[in-house]
């Protein structure tokens, strides 16, 4: 089991730090009956044999890390200086691949988490109060969006969106507006991958606390109504205060899922508007060219985000398990 | 039975139950409407001139007669051979599950019996796993691959999947085993049983509803995995999620979406029996961790 989660982290890590080869030129001077000329062709041959002496390629430091399609030092530095507002420089910013992503993966991480535990919660409470019958029926129907694929959810939904499907026919009707297309701004393609996010894990946050709401003490919930607790207080003094803990680990789970979005953004083919490190790294190793080592620095770039978003709990699972002890 | 005083205020009981509809509307309602138009021509579905069109299939209707049509799934199981994808699928889903739960078992067993506190690591490794996205490991595999010529064959997509997934089952059945009673063990072998008589007859079959439930997640992460299967599968050997995303680039052209229409019915359609036969399993597996803090 080390063997795979250690080696590929290792290789990510090798693999981010070379870059392929350059071809390798030689100058010929071609003699001929006008003069000689000389004239910079590619040696096939001497091309191939470094590339299979030395599959990694050349060695080239943290390069990858500084370069436009990455962190792109050079140019935040530059963009640093030459900007005259504020506005000005993110505008900058977001003209860079690496910082695009992160800007639509921070803001689909922390809108969509939120909105899907508040959701999750309005569900968890109203399929509670339901007849015990329609109870099985309600958690069927509420598990299919979480268990779907979710690259086929984001399809079914982009089918319904499209400008002829019945959502984008509908919303085109809605606001009279027949050349409304829901694809074509961006500022639409983040909504609807925003309301795509918090429709497929809602699900995830409701099942998690109604289940806490089984385990609601009755005792308590009945003394705070003999103290003349409207329903209202009851939810905000005595409900609330008992999931809290589930609401932390939801909170978690879905912090850590949303960050790598990814599938969502492939199914709704949206990379023209939004792209992720996912998608920059799914890309970088789809293509013809197979950027190995680009793809690997995003990689290891995406698993130190990761790592600082984990950190909190890191810590504070290790304080919980030294008390344990 | 509830207390009166429990009971709801019917303003509040109608808004809830509104609530409720809505909710179940939007979370059933566009896997419905996929069905229900798979059977119809493009020009219903995606119907420009009257969306009604895609309820009474009026194309439909003029192009084939009947209000119903299997071309989208004629095209895509015959045609564009989705039935070997399906056939990849349950390989790779039958293989990484038994072998998830093999090792998974056995080594959740020792881990839970042993004196060392080898839960925190494992917690741990769990929860990097889930949080990394599992695309970039990829990347790290794809290069080894290449060079031992192991690329675009299912045994190595069962056997990355079986990684990323490990960590995870470990600690799922690890707890379920830590609920098991050591004493159960003691006793087994008081009577005579060795330490593997003892797993096999006396604690496997109390494990069954946690190795059930972590099954279940197994074969979800191996139905529903994209990023691996999509990169380590060459084209031949592709399982429906990346199938379907493939249908998306030829057929578009085509103007054939129908048959990525008909190709993700028949995948959801799985998990559909699934969910609505492990039900209380998957809803127990969701809480578990949760409810234990």
Known sequence: MLLFIALPIISVVTQSLFTPHEQVLEVVENCGPFGCKETTTVNQEATQKLRDAKPLGKFAGLDIYFDRGHLAVNEVSEAWKTRTDMSDFFNALRNLPFYRAMGFTLTHTFTVTPLLIILGFIIAVAVNSLHRHLKGLAIFFSLLPMIVTPLIGSLILFWMVDSRGIVGNALQWLFSDPTLSLKASTGYTWIMLIVYGVWHSAPFAFVVFYAGLQTLPQDTLESSMIDGASRWQQIRYVVIPHIMPLVTFVALIQLMDNFRVFESIVGFSAQAHATSLSWIIFNDLGGETRALSSAAATSVLTILGVAILLSPVLVRTWQDFKVKQ | ?293
């Not at chain 2, 990829?138 to 997509?157: A, H, Q």
């Not at chain 2, 063990?185 to 005579?192: N, P």
């Not at chain 2, 529903?224 to 399982?239: G, I, P, R």
């Open chain 2, 1 to 293: 039975m509830k207390a009166k005083a429990f009971k709801q205020p019917p303003a509040l009981r109608t808004l809830s139950s509104l609530f409720i509809i809505l909710w179940l509307f939007l979370a059933a309602f566009p896997f419905l409407w996929t069905l229900w138009g798979s059977f119809k021509v493009e020009l219903d579905l995606f119907s420009k001139a009257d969306w009604t069109n895609a309820i009474t299939g009026a194309r439909t209707i003029a192009e084939h007669g009947s209000a119903f049509t299997g071309n989208g799934y004629e095209g895509a199981w015959v045609q564009e051979e989705f039935w070997k994808a399906v056939i990849n699928t349950a390989l790779v889903c039958f293989f990484v599950v038994t072998i998830s739960l093999t090792i998974g078992t056995l080594g959740g067993y020792a881990l839970s019996r042993s004196q060392f506190r080898y839960t925190f690591w494992l917690l741990i490794t769990a929860l990097i796993f889930r949080a990394m996205p599992p695309i970039t490991l990829v990347s790290g595999y794809l290069l080894p691959f290449f060079e031992w010529n192991l690329w675009g064959i299912l045994p190595t997509t069962i056997v990355v999947l079986v990684a990323i997934n490990q960590p995870f089952t470990l600690w799922m059945l690890h707890s379920f085993f830590q609920k098991i009673p050591k004493e159960l063990d003691e006793s087994a072998k008081v009577d005579g049983c060795s330490q593997f008589q003892a797993f096999r007859h006396v604690i496997i079959p109390v494990m069954w509803p946690g190795v059930i439930t972590t099954g279940l997640f197994s074969f979800l992460l191996a139905y529903n995995d994209f990023a691996v299967t999509s990169m380590l599968l060459s084209k031949e050997n592709q399982t429906m999620v990346p199938k379907i995303y493939s249908f998306l680039g030829t057929t578009q052209t085509e103007g054939n979406v129908m048959f990525a229409v008909a190709a993700v019915v028949s995948a959801t359609a799985p998990l559909f029996v699934l969910v609505m036969f492990f039900q209380r399993q998957i809803v127990s597996g969701l809480t578990q961790g949760a409810v234990k803090g």
